[in-house]
């Protein structure tokens, strides 16, 4: 039988030797085309036997298999338009550099930028996006120095100096981004945030003749703010105090029946409102 007797129908699905071909074809593919086509093909390969998976599980809440495939299908349109929102009011970093506001066009988004973007598996984790870009490791983004306090890590740095010999920068993991907040020890500890956003890190630059990598560790929290637990009624809510310039005290209400849920709240608005203190606010409990 010719293929133009039998053919081929998008809708039906690949068989085990169709798919298996198709493995074969791939090497012969030049190097660079073989690399992206087969990572491609390996998530096919994924999906196929997580489908199948799918399909042969008892459901035992009662859902059907496509019930199944909707909720996941959903939640991968939702991640997706939370990540593009993201890459447009945010200028977050992906597979490159996506320019910053203002912007005239939404920039054009590649099948690399999807299958590279950090910001994206974060995303399909279930992690909120941070809302500012943070800091970047060798060109992407590096989540774990922001979300890891007592990690200290070796980097790569060296301080800019201006024509005078001041120190008005600092280089780290090819990141020329960072601002000096203070000077602890002279050409030796420095206090240094992420483009003005975020908590402070101590960066300690290594001598050159005693180690060859510097290191880099996020700073304790300067401030401490109050959750008051309030109970009204036989009903408990939270409340997050926070100062106002003129001296008066903002009750911010948070959605949260435990303290743990409170504080990820808490943290929430900070990271809305005051992204500048992000990672620098400690919590009291008060009840």
């Known amino acids: 039988m010719t293929d133009d007797e039998n053919p081929f129908d998008p809708a039906d699905p690949l068989d085990a030797d169709e798919l298996m071909n198709f493995a074969e074809r791939i090497e012969q593919l030049s190097p660079d085309d073989a690399e992206w086509?087969?990572?491609?093909?390996?998530?096919?390969?994924?999906?196929r036997m997580h489908e199948a998976e799918l399909l042969?599980?008892?459901?035992?809440?009662?859902?059907?298999?496509?019930?199944?495939?909707?909720?996941q299908l959903a939640q991968v349109a939702l991640d997706a338009a939370e990540?593009?929102?993201?890459?447009?009011?945010?200028?977050?970093?992906?597979?490159g550099s996506f320019p910053s506001q203002p912007r005239s066009a939404f920039p054009l988004?590649?099948?690399?930028?999807?299958?590279?973007?950090?910001?994206?598996?974060?995303?399909?984790?279930?992690?909120?996006?941070?809302?500012?870009?943070?800091?970047?490791?060798?060109?992407?983004?590096?989540?774990?120095l922001v979300e890891s306090p007592e990690a200290t890590h070796d980097v790569v740095a060296e301080m800019v100096h201006d024509e005078q010999g001041q120190v008005v920068g600092a280089n780290v993991e090819a990141c020329p981004d960072w601002r000096v907040?203070?000077?602890?020890?002279?050409?030796?500890?420095?206090?240094?945030?992420?483009?003005?956003?975020?908590?402070?890190?101590?960066?300690?630059?290594?001598?050159?003749?005693?180690?060859?990598?510097?290191?880099?560790?996020?700073?304790?929290?300067?401030?401490s703010r109050r959750i008051r637990l309030q109970e009204r009624g036989g009903f408990r809510s939270y409340m997050l105090e926070w100062p106002e310039e003129d001296g008066r005290l903002q009750s911010i209400s948070l959605r949260a029946a435990t303290w743990e849920r409170a504080e990820s709240e808490a943290g929430h608005w900070?990271?809305?409102?005051?992204p500048e203190m992000y990672g620098q606010v400690r919590f009291e409990r008060i009840e």
């Open 37 to 47: 086509v087969g990572r491609l093909f390996q998530e096919c390969m994924r999906a």
């Open 56 to 71: 042969s599980a008892p459901m035992e809440t009662g859902e059907t298999v496509h019930n199944v495939f909707d909720a």
């Open 83 to 95: 990540w593009l929102k993201t890459l447009w009011n945010v200028g977050y970093m992906g597979a």
């Open 109 to 144: 988004v590649e099948l690399e930028d999807v299958l590279k973007s950090a910001l994206f598996a974060r995303i399909r984790e279930g992690k909120r996006p941070l809302p500012f870009p943070p800091p970047t490791r060798q060109g992407l983004p590096w989540h774990d």
């Open 181 to 223: 907040i203070e000077e602890i020890v002279k050409d030796r500890e420095y206090i240094v945030q992420h483009r003005g956003l975020g908590p402070f890190y101590k960066l300690v630059i290594a001598p050159e003749e005693t180690a060859p990598l510097s290191t880099l560790r996020r700073e304790p929290p300067r401030w």
């Open 270 to 274: 900070i990271v809305s409102k005051h």
